[in-house]
C-alpha cells in the first residue's frame, strides 16, 4: 500500500511537471547527486581531457560545418542524419571553439540522463529504488567516459530518456505522447536508432 501510495504522490507531483518548486523541494537527493555529477566530470573533462582525438565528433563538427557554408550537397553522413551536425556548428559558431562545444553537450547530456533516470524509475518503483537506480546510472562507467568526450552520442541518448520518462508514466496524456514524438523525432535528426523505439510505442498504443 505504501509503495503505490509513493506511486500516486509521485504522479501528481510529476503533473506539475520535473522542474515546479514542489517538485525540487520533494527530491534534493536527486538534484544533489546531478549536480555532483556535472561538477566533477566538468572538472575532469575540462581540467584532463585537453586534445580532440575524438573523431566522430570532429567528423560531425566539420559536417555541420560544410551544410551551414552552404556545401551540403557534398556532405554525406555515414549511420547519421544531419540535424546533430547542424546543430554542433551553429552553437561552435558562437562559442568560436568546436572542442568546447562538443565537451559541453555531451557533459550535459550526461547530466540529463543521470537527472531524469531517477524520475523514471520513480515511475513505477518506490523514492528508494529510484534513488539507487540514479546512483548506478551516476557511475556507470560508459556514462561517465561518454560525458567527458567530445562524442555525438549523449545528446540524443539523452533525447531518448526524455521520451522514456513520458513512455514510463502510469497514465498517458495526449501532451506526453506529443513529447514522445518530439523527442524522438529530435533524436532521430541524429542517429536512425530512434526510429525503433518509435515504432515500437506506436504499437505498444
Known sequence: MKHESDVKNNSDFESLGILSICNIKRNKFPLIITVTFFLILSFVSFTYHNVWYEADGIYYLNWGQQILDGNGENVRIPHGQSGGPVLYAFISSF???????????????????????????????????????????????????????????????????????????????????????????????????????????????
Request: contains cysteine; aromatic residues 16%.
Open 95 to 205: 562559442t568560436q571553439d568546436g572542442f568546447f562545444t562538443m565537451k559541453i553537450i555531451s557533459l550535459l547530456g550526461g547530466t540529463g540522463i543521470v537527472f531524469l533516470t531517477y524520475f523514471i524509475i520513480r515511475n513505477f518503483c518506490d523514492k528508494r529504488t529510484a534513488l539507487v537506480g540514479q546512483l548506478f546510472t551516476a557511475v556507470f562507467v560508459p556514462l561517465t567516459t561518454l560525458s567527458i568526450l567530445a562524442f555525438n552520442e549523449l545528446l540524443m541518448l539523452f533525447l531518448i530518456t526524455c521520451s522514456m520518462y513520458f513512455i514510463t508514466k502510469n497514465q498517458l496524456k495526449y501532451s506526453d505522447i506529443l513529447f514522445v514524438g518530439i523527442a524522438l523525432g529530435l533524436a532521430f535528426m541524429i542517429r536512425f536508432q530512434p526510429i525503433a523505439i518509435l515504432i515500437s510505442f506506436i504499437i505498444f498504443l
